[in-house]
């Protein structure tokens, strides 16, 4: 089929209105031009959508920034969130990440650095363990268990589940690291190792209730383990 002038004209008048609608100040208005670039995918949508992630305030219009970005085809979407990794803003970082997760190319593994999977961030940190756990290539898994163990008994209690269900999504093989860690000074730590524990041996387990039950236990000077 020939596109003719008139018709690339149009195209290129869309695509510029899809573009203003990424930035509106409604967020509805944001949510239906995301959805609209998501069902209709262009190479020259892809810098606007990681861009918009990086700033987009509302959560519901961060899900289909994510979900028009996995439309695209990964040559085009991969390079730009690998660069934002690197960026100064937490939020370019964990959207990036959180995006990866979803296009689950395994490429992008290598990318998630100590630095990531430890950052400052809250939110940083919990998306590096999501997509680390998504993306480690096969044998790998006992590296990223090193590290994520070192994240143990850190931040609220929405921290802690999210490293917890991560470690439990890679299975048996982080047994003898939360062995190790059960030896650690902080009370904290422990019950945090004993409620992924918990986790591991029963996954609808509910993780608050794990983590009260741990911290007695701890406190009572037990190891919480049956034999």
């Known amino acids: 089929m020939t596109v003719t002038g008139q018709d690339q004209d149009k195209r290129d008048k869309d695509e510029a209105r899809l573009l203003r609608g990424l930035e509106d100040e409604r967020a509805s208005v944001r949510l239906r031009a995301a959805l609209a670039v998501g ?7 892809v810098a606007a959508l990681v861009e918009r992630c990086a700033v987009e305030p509302e959560f519901s219009v961060r899900d ?12 085009l979407t991969l390079p730009a969130l690998l660069r934002e990794l690197g960026s100064q803003r937490t939020q370019a970082r964990s959207q990036a990440l959180h995006t990866l997760s979803k296009i689950r190319d395994g490429r992008a593994y290598p990318a998630i650095t100590r630095a ?7 939110e ?23 590290v ?10 929405e921290t ?13 093989v982080i047994v003898p ?14 019950a945090h190792v004993l409620a ?18 741990a911290k007695r236990v701890v406190a009572l000077g037990g190891s919480g383990r049956e034999g």
């Open 116 to 122: 990531l999977l430890t950052d400052a961030d809250d």
């Open 196 to 213: 992924t524990e918990r986790l591991l041996r029963d996954p609808d387990s509910g993780f608050e209730g794990a983590v009260e039950e």
């Open 124 to 146: 940083v940190a919990r998306s590096a363990w999501r997509a680390a756990v998504v993306l480690v290539p096969e044998g790998e898994e006992p590296a990223l268990v090193a």
């Open 64 to 75: 289909m920034l994510t979900w028009a970005l996995t439309r695209h085809p990964v040559s």
């Open 148 to 157: 994520l163990v070192t994240q143990l008994g850190r931040g609220p209690l």
């Open 177 to 190: 690291a939360l062995r190790a860690a059960n030896g650690a000074a902080d009370p904290e730590v422990r």
């Open 160 to 172: 802690r589940r999210s490293l917890s269900r991560a470690l439990v999504a890679l299975g048996e």
């Open 39 to 45: 069902s209709a995918p262009r190479a020259g949508f």
